[in-house]
């Protein structure tokens, strides 16, 4: 049995997690880790659609204080989070481990909560000012710092990205880049890609995300045109592929 463990050390719990699966099968250490990173790119996508069912809140002029606190987001997150996967975040650390939430996941998860509520504990000042509509506090910028922050912490990387992105920490690699082509030649769908890359030391998960009618105000027509954030917009229609949600996991400790 490992250890109880405490929030914040999760560097150190990764550690264990991942010496504990290496004792398993090849096929099992795969198929928990496909599980946690397949979580952690639901976790991010479900913090994207917390704060776009608060953008008109976050825009909105007229009101100093909003009450978007870190902790209002968080329930908003887990519920929404619930609502995607079944799995209700508070009551994990509790249950005995099944397979639908890997122990590397029940690390993992609560970290980019964490990581995620930082972000919108940060952006207060900016949410809460009176007087300005839009603060480029959007989804795609909470994805990118919540994902950056949690990278940092952790031997997981997770991050956005696109086939041309407009934030350049988010530019693909080569393994991205070839998985976002391909997702671009094919139709919108719910399914991941995952593959075992570098002779089997990295497991890889993208998710698609696909525009809706709400992104095209920035991403859409008139290709070139600026947007309200200060990009040139992309000329995208609805259900094109906007970019990914990428995770590597490495499933050896060098
Ligand atoms: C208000 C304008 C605006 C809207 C609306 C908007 N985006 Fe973006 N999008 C941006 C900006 C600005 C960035 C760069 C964010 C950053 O700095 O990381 C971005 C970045 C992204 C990225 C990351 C890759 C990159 O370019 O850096 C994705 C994926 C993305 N947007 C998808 C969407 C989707 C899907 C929607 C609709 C659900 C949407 N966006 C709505 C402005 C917008």
Same mark, same amino acid.
């Given at each position: 049995m490992?250890?109880p463990?405490?929030?914040?050390t999760?560097?150190?719990?990764?550690v264990?997690?991942?010496?504990?699966?290496?004792a398993?099968?090849?096929?099992?250490?795969?198929?928990?880790?496909?599980e946690?990173?397949?979580?952690?790119?639901?976790?991010?996508q479900a913090?994207?659609?917390?704060?776009e069912?608060?953008?008109?809140?976050?825009?909105?002029?007229?009101?100093?204080?909003?009450?978007?606190?870190?902790?209002?987001?968080?329930?908003?997150?887990r519920?929404?989070?619930?609502?995607r996967?079944?799995?209700d975040?508070?009551?994990?650390a509790?249950?005995?481990?099944?397979?639908?939430?890997?122990?590397?996941a029940?690390?993992?998860l609560?970290?980019?909560i964490e990581?995620?509520?930082?972000?919108v504990?940060?952006?207060?000042?900016?949410?809460?000012?009176?007087?300005i509509?839009?603060?480029?506090f959007?989804?795609?910028?909470?994805?990118?710092?919540?994902?950056?922050?949690?990278?940092?912490?952790?031997?997981?990387q997770?991050?956005q990205?696109?086939v041309?992105?407009?934030? =350049? /920490?988010? *530019?693909? $690699?080569e393994?991205?880049?070839?998985v976002l082509?391909?997702?671009a #030649?094919?139709?919108?769908?719910?399914?991941?890609?995952?593959?075992?890359t570098?002779s089997?030391?990295?497991?890889?998960?993208?998710?698609?995300?696909?525009?809706?009618?709400?992104?095209?105000?920035?991403?859409?027509? =008139? /290709?070139? *045109?600026? $947007?309200?954030?200060?990009?040139?917009?992309?000329?995208?229609?609805? #259900?094109?592929?906007?970019?990914?949600?990428?995770v590597?996991?490495?499933?050896?400790?060098?």
């Amino acid at each position: 049995m490992r250890p109880p463990l405490v929030l914040g050390t999760y560097l150190m719990t990764l550690v264990l997690c991942l010496s504990s699966v290496l004792a398993s099968p090849p096929e099992q250490l795969r198929a928990e880790a496909e599980e946690t990173a397949r979580l952690l790119a639901k976790l991010l996508q479900a913090g994207r659609l917390v704060i776009e069912h608060n953008q008109s809140l976050i825009d909105d002029p007229h009101r100093g204080d909003k009450g978007f606190t870190p902790d209002v987001f968080e329930l908003q997150l887990r519920e929404q989070f619930r609502t995607r996967t079944g799995i209700d975040l508070t009551t994990i650390a509790d249950k005995s481990p099944t397979f639908a939430v890997p122990p590397l996941a029940r690390e993992l998860l609560p970290a980019l909560i964490e990581a995620s509520k930082e972000v919108v504990r940060d952006a207060q000042v900016v949410i809460n000012q009176r007087g300005i509509g839009y603060k480029n506090f959007i989804p795609a910028t909470y994805g990118s710092q919540a994902a950056a922050r949690f990278s940092k912490r952790s031997h997981v990387q997770l991050k956005q990205t696109a086939v041309q992105p407009r934030n =350049p /920490k988010n *530019e693909p $690699d080569e393994y991205e880049s070839s998985v976002l082509r391909w997702l671009a #030649g094919r139709p919108n769908s719910e399914a991941y890609v995952s593959e075992l890359t570098d002779s089997g030391k990295n497991l890889r998960v993208m998710m698609p995300i696909y525009y809706i009618r709400e992104c095209l105000a920035c991403h859409g027509e =008139p /290709k070139g *045109e600026w $947007d309200i954030s200060g990009y040139p917009k992309e000329g995208a229609h609805e #259900g094109d592929l906007a970019g990914a949600i990428s995770v590597r996991i490495p499933l050896e400790l060098k």
